[in-house]
């Protein structure tokens, strides 16, 4: 199973001016190192959470259909579901219609009940799903506490960038910032 983002994030959850408000900084010289502060907190919090934070686009691709027919999608929250294209093994593409599938997009993880059996399969990445997901197209449409926890990293990476030795401490995640994410952090048995 591969998860692939074919679609990026068209903003980022913290503005660039939010984050230099919260810096207190006045001057632009290091905008564009702010920005990719900004970038790298929301891409180290989906990666712990699992979540898509803004809309952006994924594909899951996978060997065979479960034996049970349910397939997990791996980001949250999934808004759609674009298409399930299966391949068989002369490599032809062939796109299930909707009755063919049950997109569950209000469980986390999403799920994807695949109804018609799928016969002669490659044998290598044979079924591709393609899905949209994320909380909104905008910072504001994130969870304001996802937000927070973005700036909180972005400002305790700004303030932390220097490089250190291998006897000094090497800088981590700020105080706080495990509890902010914790309700999000998909738990594992």
């Known amino acids: 199973m591969t998860s692939i983002r074919t679609g990026e994030p068209g903003a980022e959850p913290v503005t660039l001016a939010e984050l230099k408000q919260y810096l207190r ?24 959470t699992g979540l898509a934070l803004i809309e952006q686009d994924w594909r899951l691709v996978l060997d065979r259909v479960p034996s049970n027919g349910i397939v997990l999608l791996p980001r949250h929250p ?26 569950d997009t209000v469980s986390r993880p ?13 044998v290598m990445n044979g079924l591709e799903i393609d899905f949209a997901c994320g909380f909104g197209e905008a910072g504001p449409d994130v969870p304001d ?29 700020p105080a706080g910032y495990d509890r902010m994410i914790s309700a999000y952090v998909e738990r594992r048995l």
């Open 110 to 122: 999403a799920r994807i009940v695949i109804a018609t059996r799928l016969n002669g399969l490659r």
């Open 25 to 48: 900084l006045g001057h632009a010289s290091e905008d564009d190192f702010l920005v990719g502060l900004i970038r790298a907190a929301r891409e180290d919090l989906e990666r712990a």
């Open 145 to 173: 506490i996802l937000r927070r926890a973005i700036t909180l990293l972005a400002a305790h990476w700004y303030e932390f960038r220097t490089s250190y030795g291998p006897s000094e401490q090497p800088v981590s995640y």
């Open 78 to 103: 999934v808004r759609e579901v674009a298409a399930v294209t299966f391949y068989d093994a002369d490599g032809a593409a062939h796109v299930l219609s909707a009755d063919e599938y049950q997109a």
